[in-house]
């Protein structure tokens, strides 16, 4: 059993939130710092870091990122979604992470993994793939595991100290990174890092988490969260 990650609470941030509106989207408070970020792949085709491309100089504490994919002033909401009529109905299962976490145990690293909340951003599948390095006696097969679960951006891989149960986990600071992949010419989700509460339509918390991505293609079957629908573009 991992130990889940503890979000300390900050009181310089304790006004960050990310709420959820009906049909509409997501309300940013708090000055939550906005960026954009880039995948970088390796020269086999791995993606194998992020690179931070831009900062959103922020003006007011408060601002609206797009949820429906129609914005023409992406990632901030223009009101598209209110004559389109986006439907932006969440998916309902609240699960804490660890509840719909598989488990596999290795000599050095244990890892959780809950397929529930992939994004496909594909950083889990270089050097044979997390499922198969945390289960190596090799140092080098752990050092790459902790990588890739820390650049998993939905957070749908932690990586834990086998040992001692404790997650490992990247220090990621308070922000909401915009996902892009020039690359391949995808537009990712909004990856929220550092744990941020996201407050859902009828007022309830989900589960606070280090990394959360949320859907801004309006095509995720679980909304709020990115399903990776945005590869189907
Ligand atoms: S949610 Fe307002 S334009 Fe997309």
Redesign the pocket.
Known sequence: MTTPLKISPDPRNESMKITVRKN??YHVSGGIPLKTVEVIYDDDGNCRTWNETKTYPLQQQQY?L??????KEKPF?????APAH?VGTEAGDRKPFQKGAGITPGPFLTLADNEHLCAHAGFCQRAGGIGNLVTSPDPDAREIAIEEGGNCPSGRLVVSDTATGEAIEPDLEKSIAVIEDPVHGKHGPLWVQGGIPVIAVDGKAYEVRNRVTLCRC?RSKNKPFCDGSHLEE
């Open positions: 509409g989207p609206a797009c949820r429906c994919g129609l914005s909401c223009d009101g598209a979604h986006f309006g």
